[in-house]
């Protein structure tokens, strides 16, 4: 059921083609300057910026008799525009500014102006419109957000869910969000430039595989119909790109996207930005110095300073950052020696620390427990977590002096990991030995084990040079540089829940609570299509704007009193 406005805009798209004007033209519009550059290097008397050409949407128009402002917003930004009747219709016919500037286009439309560079009496930076393009007619009205002229916001496009549902919404009225957007594109950028610069080749690996395997997390199944058989999406790229160490390649790194049928949280989505890159010849020793460098100089970029705000507390990224080992940091903050404990003791400590723990869980996975409950959300500078037990970590390389250990780093920051590093497994029959591991806690129901990768071993016996490899999470590093709490707010269209569906009232329903049968066509205009939404508006803006509607609409109805609209609602 469309609104009002919606009837209006659709009314308004008949009558441009009725005109001869059509609101989805297919020629290209030359465009040749935007918003930004113009208001920031355009001054009084300049010759520059004369022959214009801009494109973008209407969000404001004040309607002046023959001559009319605008705002454009493009994506650089806003910029006034004047628009004279005589100058965009030059000739007798004047119904490009008289009906179709005045009356037909709304806040949203996309146009396309020519004109040059002024400034007015006010000293606004503005453009003088000498011809103007219809480009595209928006069918549906956008929010109303409302600033004054110090920027702050009011009746603002605020709620997160319909926010991040309708991510083309929010950032067309907030554009201040672009900002987050725009940084992790130079994130991702400065990395990227980084390994370049060391000769480290970027490739690109499955992202359907046939066994899933490169971390402990629970897989999405689909099935391939042609050759009949189950696949994975992808959990961690990480064994095909040791794969390519194998293949003689020094060093490889992939930004690619990784699924986990997980929950979802504050920092958690199904779907997630991951980097991982692997150097040969390496350990992860050598990686924790390559990690603090490179972070370093992506804070740097980004902020001119390692010095970061990020939820409430000042992070500082310059090297080198703080270490302990896992079962040093538990000692630390708990005061628990765990690094002698078996299973069971492992478990009374947890019961004793009144830490949710299942049968499931074996040594690894008990530990990490200890440590995410007690340690992680205590991690607020940046610190490298090292040295873990072996069952944590299938893939990673035996501790060189530790007995039990693996040679393993975790970097966290404000209490959450956002880098994972090991030096390789490169040990055939090591690693075979620890796969089986991994099956037996898979059997005794841990849905995250790993699965045995046949292929991937065979390649290790081809053999695998000495190895580094890393992780970092995109999404969480992009919340720390952009200071956002959740991660919905770093990806452009994050996974959300079913959206529900409107149940449409019936014209029987308005008439149960009370509304006259005559009124509900008038109620359904003014965009009311269900009792909730009718039950939750303010009668006396209701009250008033019945008024107006049914003198627009040429009814002739009794009005209702205030009292009797309060009555329907309340």
């Avoid at 030359?30 to 004369?50: C, L, M, P, Y």
């Avoid at 102006?113 to 011809?131: C, D, L, M, Q």
């Avoid at 205590?378 to 060189?400: G, V």
């Amino acid at each position: 059921m469309l609104n009002e406005q919606e009837i209006q805009r659709r009314e308004g798209l008949k009558e441009l083609r009725q005109l001869g004007i059509n609101p989805y033209p297919a020629e290209l519009f030359e465009v040749n300057a935007h918003a930004k550059q113009i208001k920031d290097n355009f001054k009084e008397g300049s010759t520059e910026f004369q022959s214009v050409s801009l494109a973008g949407r209407i969000m404001t128009k004040r309607i002046m008799g023959s001559a009319s402002f605008a705002e454009l917003q493009d994506a650089s930004g806003r910029v006034q525009l004047y628009v004279a009747r005589d100058e965009i219709a030059p000739g007798e016919d004047k119904a490009l500014y008289n009906t179709v500037f005045k009356k037909i286009l709304d806040i949203g439309d996309f146009i396309g102006v020519t004109g040059y560079a002024f400034i007015t009496k006010t000293g606004e930076i503005s453009i003088h419109v000498s011809s103007l393009t219809v480009l595209s007619k928006s069918l549906k009205p956008l929010p109303v957000v409302k600033r004054d002229d110090e920027g702050h916001v009011y009746d603002g496009f605020t709620d997160p869910e319909m926010r991040y549902r309708q991510r083309y919404v929010d950032l067309t009225v907030n554009p201040e969000f672009k900002n987050i957007f725009i940084t992790r594109s130079k994130l991702i950028s400065t990395m990227r430039q980084y390994f370049d610069s060391h000769g480290w080749l970027e490739v690109e690996t499955p992202i359907l595989q046939a066994i899933h395997g490169g971390a402990a997390a629970r897989p999405f199944n689909t099935h391939h119909n042609t050759l009949d058989m189950p696949l994975f999406l992808r959990i961690a790229n990480e064994l095909y790109l040791k794969r390519l160490i194998v293949a003689g390649f020094d060093g490889v790194y992939e930004f690619g996207k990784m699924f986990r049928n997980e929950g979802m949280d504050r920092t958690h989505n199904p779907e997630f930005t991951s980097m991982e890159i692997y150097v040969a010849y390496k350990d992860y020793k050598w990686m924790m110095t390559m990690t603090e460098e490179v972070i370093e100089k992506v804070a740097l970029a980004l902020h001119g300073t390692t010095k970061v705000q990020a939820w409430g507390n000042e992070i500082d990224f310059k090297g080198p950052y703080e270490r302990l080992t896992m079962y040093g940091s538990i000692e630390k903050y708990t005061g628990i020696d765990v690094s002698k404990m078996h299973e069971a003791q492992l478990r009374q400590v947890c019961e004793e620390l009144k830490i949710d723990i299942d049968d499931t869980m074996g040594k690894g996975k008990l530990v990490d427990a200890i440590f995410g409950e007690k340690v992680e959300h205590l991690l607020i500078q940046p610190t490298f977590i090292t040295d873990y037990p072996i069952e944590m970590t299938p893939l990673a390389k035996k501790h060189r002096s530790e007995e039990g250990l693996v040679e393993r780093f975790e970097l966290f920051v404000n209490g959450k990991e956002i880098a994972n590093a090991y030096s390789e497994l490169n040990d055939p029959i090591d690693q075979r030995e620890r796969f089986e591991e991994q099956l037996k806690l898979a059997a005794r129901g841990d849905d995250e084990a790993m699965a045995m990768d046949e292929d991937f071993l065979r390649s290790l016996e081809y053999g695998m040079p000495p190895t580094a490899g890393l992780g970092i999470g995109i999404d969480r590093l992009t919340m720390l540089m952009t200071n956002q709490s959740t991660i919905q707010e770093v990806l452009f269209f994050p996974q959300m829940r079913p959206e529900k569906k409107a149940t449409v009232s019936t014209d029987e329903d308005f008439v149960a609570i009370g509304v006259p049968v005559e009124w509900v066509q008038v109620i359904r205009k003014m965009g009311f299509n269900t009792i909730e939404d009718f039950k939750s508006a303010n009668p006396n803006k209701v009250f008033n704007d019945m008024g107006g509607l049914k003198k627009k609409m040429k009814l002739d109805l009794k009005n209702p009193s205030l009292d009797e609209v309060k009555a329907w609602i309340e």
